[in-house]
T-cell receptor, first 112, second 116 residues
Framework: AQSVTQLGSHVSVSEGALVLLRCNYSSSVPPYLFWYVQYPNQGLQLLLKYTTGATLVKGINGFEAEFKKSETSFHLTKPSAHMSDAAEYFCAVSVDNNDMRFGAGTRLTVKP | DAGVTQSPTHLIKTRGQQVTLRCSPKSGHDTVSWYQQALGQGPQFIFQYYEEEERQRGNFPDRFSGHQFPNYSSELNVNALLLGDSALYLC???????????????FGPGTRLLVL
């Protein structure tokens, strides 16, 4: 069965600094990988997803993630943090879209 | 184009009671999945409905049941509520056969259930 581990339950960066949120996955078959963002009292919004093809995936709001099979990782990055990026971020893995497995989440705080 | 909608937004129940949560999928979507998100945790897959049948189920007891209607909307029912059932319940919709090997799931805002 597939699973996801997010390293770091809380990450704090200064406004304008690099954002790096770590995600490692486990899957017995080629996975589909996702990053979702959740703002307070809201549902999940898809930032980006990897299915096949190019391993560097660009998403909304300036975020991108790179699928590294050799490292079983799918880390999320953004070159310059904005105050509006403060939220909870979830990495997820799926093999058939019937059952998405989510990580525990990383809370991103952006300091002025 | 309305996205995924859920009702109610908040709900308070007592132990032993039963609850029904409702979800309307995004326009054009035919598949509905339900997730439970406990405080401070990631969502956990409960089950998925397609063509009015449960297609796949996560590791949840039979107290959790669902239904999908001909218009693709769905209900999640939880019987004999426990304190541990307190959580945000998220509904996600997708299109089963979109030509994309993995059509994106779109999430609703959730129903926050508190069991006292």
């Amino acid at each position: 069965a597939q699973s996801v581990t997010q390293l770091g339950s809380h990450v704090s960066v200064s406004e304008g600094a690099l954002v790096l949120l770590r995600c490692n996955y486990s899957s017995s078959v080629p996975p589909y990988l996702f990053w979702y963002v959740q703002y307070p009292n809201q549902g999940l919004q898809l930032l980006l997803k990897y299915t096949t093809g190019a391993t560097l995936v660009k998403g909304i709001n300036g975020f991108e993630a790179e699928f590294k099979k050799s490292e079983t990782s799918f880390h999320l990055t953004k070159p310059s943090a904005h105050m509006s990026d403060a939220a909870e971020y979830f990495c997820a893995v799926s093999v058939d879209n019937n059952d998405m497995r989510f990580g525990a989440g990383t809370r991103l705080t952006v300091k002025p | 184009d309305a996205g995924v909608t859920q009702s109610p937004t908040h709900l308070i129940k007592t132990r032993g009671q039963q609850v029904t949560l409702r979800c309307s999928p995004k326009s054009g979507h035919d598949t509905v999945s339900w997730y439970q998100q406990a405080l401070g945790q990631g969502p956990q897959f409960i089950f998925q409905y397609y063509e009015e049948e449960e297609r796949q189920r996560g590791n949840f007891p039979d107290r959790f049941s669902g239904h999908q209607f001909p218009n693709y909307s769905s209900e999640l029912n939880v019987n004999a509520l426990l304190l541990g059932d307190s959580a945000l319940y998220l509904c996600a919709s997708s299109l089963a056969f979109a030509g994309d090997p993995l059509e994106t799931q779109y999430f609703g805002p959730g129903t926050r259930l508190l069991v006292l």
